[in-house]
């Protein structure tokens, strides 16, 4: 079956620009996740869905990120006037429910380059 | 959130069994242990979970002892092909803001 989609895979963006990242999740999997991987760094946890509702945004690093989700499926993270230090590897992942308990299936990531 | 501590690095002949410990001294009751690999330019996989004693599957074995302070992550007569990073985590069921860490990156050595 159909794995986790992200897209774009890749963008180069000029410092100051709008981004918007796109990722599908699983068919059916309530539980939505995104991560930002830094150059060899681990995974920094940003934002948690739970259905269309994230109960904790504390994870995005400044107000110029946001997420949503629809439709209890697709879910966009924008970044607003994009900044050097937000180039990374953003991933998203899905589980069938929330909770380190349960696996997670990530998707391919998109790499943003902010120039 | 239980914290975890993983050697950074470490390196490894093929063919040899190679076996990665994670500590996780304030584990909760709830808690079970998960270990992922991720490979250059991928997202994380999901390899092997476990909540006490031993579990196998086709990939790896995770042993965890009596009192649940450390996992160990045992992989059998490694081949290049598992060169990645690989993260320990620890969770319970429901919202938790999850923490993958630096993880531990093996390079295995022809």
């Known amino acids: 079956g159909a794995g986790v989609s992200q897209s774009p895979s890749n963008k180069v963006t000029e410092k100051g620009k709008d981004v918007e990242l796109r990722c599908d999740p699983i068919s059916g999997h309530t539980a939505l996740y995104w991560y930002r991987q830094s150059l060899g760094q681990g995974l920094e946890f940003l934002i948690y869905?739970?259905?269309?509702?994230?109960?904790?945004k504390s994870g995005l690093p400044s107000d110029r990120f946001s997420a949503e989700r629809t439709g209890g499926s697709v879910s966009t993270l924008t970044i607003q006037r994009t900044q050097q230090e937000d180039s990374a590897v953003y991933l998203c992942?899905?589980?069938?429910?929330?909770?380190?308990?349960?696996?997670?299936?990530f998707g391919p990531g998109t790499r943003l380059t902010v120039t | 959130l239980a914290k975890t501590t993983q050697p950074i690095s470490m390196d490894s002949y093929e063919g040899q069994e190679v076996n990665i410990t994670c500590s996780h001294n304030n584990i909760a009751t709830n808690d079970y242990i998960t270990w992922y690999q991720q490979f250059p330019s991928q997202g994380p996989r999901f390899i092997i979970q476990g909540y006490k004693t031993k579990v196998t599957n086709e990939v790896a074995s995770l042993f965890i002892p009596a009192d649940r302070k450390s996992s160990t992550l045992s992989l059998p007569r490694v081949s290049l092909s598992d060169t990645a990073v690989y993260y320990c985590?620890?969770?319970?069921?429901?919202?938790?803001?999850?923490?993958f860490g630096i993880g531990t990156k093996l390079q295995v050595i022809p």
């Open positions: 985590l620890v969770g319970a069921g429901g919202y938790q803001k999850v923490t």
């Open positions: 992942a899905s589980s069938p429910s929330p909770g380190t308990s349960r696996e997670q299936y």
């Open positions: 869905f739970q259905g269309n509702s994230a109960p904790d």
